[in-house]
């Protein structure tokens, strides 16, 4: 097994991860990347998900993201989020509540100027990224 | 010359002034170990991000994003002012309103219209007092405990507001936190973002290894472009933790001079109260000496 790599993963706020890991999965923009020690370096904008870890145990982690960037380099992956939670810290109720505003208003009214109308977008893919990392694993 | 009754009313009056002070002092201590906290929670974030950008700053070629654009003609700015919701802190609200004042006019003898956002109740009755255009207020964000979420909700408005042409600048005034007795008021450029120094952070870790260039996903001018609206929004998100911070700062000092200058007052006043006691006592005894006096005679 190769070493380990330097997990950060920071938001505004707090640092919520910081840790080591075998190997980190994230969901670029572009599409999911996995992460070892000795890559490339590495930038990218990542979109709302979930980041997949493996500590140094070998324990699967999850920890939920959205709005950011990571960075990889050989022996560190910074994640940059607007918010960020470990699988455990997430709200469920507050992102279901959260889910039924965000169904409510997209159903409501069609003709949404289109801020609103991507904020709630943007809510609602928050609240069931959310809760499908809690509910199914 | 007061009556005794009265000296010691005042005395009770100034020991209970003297009392809510020193909570306040409390308070404010408390509240404001609170703020540092949330401005170290956000160092980490703060310093990686200057990193990441000064370096794809660095890269990147001109033209990349029409936030670093400067305008040509400016004739229309927006400030975004932060001061406190509460009063009781010195003469920190109204060094920032006197910095705004002093902005505003210089923009207002160039022929520049200018209009506010207000962070804090101060702020926002200042500029109502003196009716000034308000876009938008915010009560309740400074001193208290805020998200990143409130920067970047204002945030979002001012680059829209910029790209649309409805402001050709914006700028921020809030008070940076120094130390526990400075707290000056700074007034930044927010938009359009002045030029990034790639070698601001001069503590940079040597072993970074920026010269291998990063491969980027999508392109670095991209990138940069997705970076730079955050870059404001982070920038209006720590001057609302200082301004926080040093409203706290600044009340507990206001606070502890209003504890010391009553204890002062207790002082000076139960010296005049005793004299008075001593006084009044003198003055029965010679009454005493001189009724017996006569009951001899």
Same mark, same amino acid.
């Given at each position: 097994?190769?070493?380990?790599?330097?997990?950060?993963?920071?938001?505004?706020?707090?640092?919520?991860?910081?840790?080591?890991?075998?190997?980190?999965?994230?969901?670029?923009?572009?599409?999911?990347?996995?992460?070892?020690?000795?890559?490339?370096?590495?930038?990218?904008?990542?979109?709302?998900?979930?980041?997949?870890?493996?500590?140094?145990?070998?324990?699967?982690?999850?920890?939920?993201?959205?709005?950011?960037?990571?960075?990889?380099?050989?022996?560190?992956?910074?994640?940059?989020?607007?918010?960020?939670?470990?699988?455990? $810290? +997430? @709200?469920?109720? !507050? =992102?279901?509540?959260?889910? &039924? %505003? /965000?169904?409510? *208003?997209?159903?409501?009214?069609?003709?949404?100027? $289109? +801020? @609103?109308?991507? !904020? =709630?977008?943007?809510?609602? &893919? %928050? /609240?069931?990224? *959310?809760?499908?990392?809690?509910?199914?694993? | 010359?007061?009556?005794?009754?009265?000296?010691?009313?005042?005395?009770?009056?100034?020991?209970?002034?003297?009392?809510?002070?020193?909570?306040?002092?409390?308070?404010?201590?408390?509240?404001?170990?609170?703020?540092?906290?949330?401005?170290?929670?956000?160092?980490?974030?703060?310093?990686?991000?200057?990193?990441?950008?000064?370096?794809?700053?660095?890269?990147?070629?001109?033209?990349?994003?029409?936030?670093?654009?400067?305008r040509?003609q400016v004739k229309k700015v927006h400030v975004v002012l932060?001061?406190?919701?509460?009063?009781?802190?010195?003469?920190?609200?109204?060094?920032?309103i006197s910095k705004a004042e002093a902005f505003l006019n210089e923009k207002v003898e160039q022929g520049i219209a200018v209009s506010f956002t207000?962070?804090?109740?101060?702020?926002?009755?200042?500029a109502?007092?003196n009716?000034l255009t308000?876009e938008?207020?915010?009560?309740?964000?400074?001193?208290?405990?805020?998200?990143?979420?409130?920067?970047?909700?204002?945030?979002?408005?001012?680059?829209?507001?910029?790209?649309?042409?409805?402001y050709d600048e914006v700028y921020i005034i809030?008070?940076?936190?120094?130390?526990?007795?400075?707290?000056?008021?700074?007034l930044k450029q927010?938009l359009?973002?002045?030029?990034?120094?790639?070698?601001?952070?001069?503590?940079?870790?040597?072993?970074?290894?920026?010269?291998?260039?990063?491969?980027?996903?999508?392109?670095?001018?991209?990138?940069?472009?997705?970076?730079?609206?955050?870059?404001?929004?982070?920038?209006?998100?720590?001057?609302?933790?200082?301004?926080?911070?040093?409203?706290?700062?600044?009340?507990?000092?206001?606070?502890?001079?209003?504890?010391?200058?009553?204890?002062?007052?207790?002082?000076?006043?139960?010296?005049?109260?005793?004299?008075?006691?001593?006084?009044?006592?003198?003055?029965?005894?010679?009454?005493?000496?001189?009724?017996?006096?006569?009951?001899?005679?």
């Amino acid at each position: 097994m190769a070493e380990n790599i330097q997990l950060e993963v920071v938001t505004p706020e707090k640092t919520v991860a910081s840790e080591e890991a075998q190997i980190v999965a994230s969901p670029g923009t572009l599409g999911e990347f996995g992460v070892l020690s000795g890559h490339t370096p590495f930038m990218t904008t990542l979109k709302t998900g979930v980041i997949r870890y493996t500590d140094a145990q070998g324990t699967e982690r999850y920890v939920f993201v959205s709005g950011g960037f990571a960075e990889a380099l050989p022996d560190k992956v910074t994640v940059l989020a607007e918010s960020a939670e470990r699988r455990l $810290d +997430i @709200d469920i109720e !507050r =992102a279901k509540a959260s889910r &039924e %505003r /965000a169904e409510k *208003r997209l159903a409501e009214d069609r003709s949404l100027e $289109d +801020i @609103d109308f991507t !904020r =709630a977008r943007g809510a609602l &893919e %928050r /609240a069931i990224v *959310r809760i499908s990392l809690v509910e199914t694993r | 010359m007061a009556t005794l009754k009265d000296i010691e009313l005042k005395i009770g009056a100034v020991k209970k002034t003297k009392q809510i002070t020193k909570a306040m002092n409390m308070v404010a201590a408390s509240r404001l170990r609170g703020a540092q906290a949330n401005t170290e929670g956000f160092r980490p974030y703060a310093g990686k991000f200057a990193e990441v950008l000064g370096s794809l700053a660095s890269n990147a070629g001109e033209g990349t994003s029409p936030l670093l654009e400067p305008r040509e003609q400016v004739k229309k700015v927006h400030v975004v002012l932060c001061t406190s919701d509460r009063g009781l802190c010195g003469g920190f609200n109204s060094n920032l309103i006197s910095k705004a004042e002093a902005f505003l006019n210089e923009k207002v003898e160039q022929g520049i219209a200018v209009s506010f956002t207000a962070f804090g109740k101060k702020g926002r009755d200042w500029a109502r007092r003196n009716k000034l255009t308000i876009e938008s207020e915010h009560v309740g964000v400074v001193g208290g405990n805020f998200g990143f979420n409130v920067a970047s909700t204002a945030g979002r408005g001012f680059v829209e507001g910029f790209i649309e042409g409805t402001y050709d600048e914006v700028y921020i005034i809030y008070a940076e936190f120094i130390s526990m007795a400075k707290q000056p008021p700074v007034l930044k450029q927010i938009l359009p973002i002045p030029p990034i120094d790639p070698a601001e952070d001069e503590e940079k870790d040597e072993n970074t290894p920026y010269q291998a260039e990063h491969i980027c996903e999508p392109s670095a001018d991209e990138l940069l472009g997705e970076m730079l609206p955050r870059n404001v929004y982070v920038q209006i998100y720590s001057a609302l933790l200082e301004t926080s911070t040093s409203e706290h700062a600044a009340r507990m000092m206001a606070m502890d001079n209003a504890t010391n200058a009553c204890s002062d007052m207790i002082d000076n006043l139960t010296l005049i109260y005793n004299k008075a006691r001593q006084a009044a006592i003198t003055a029965e005894l010679m009454d005493i000496v001189g009724g017996a006096e006569a009951l001899k005679g």
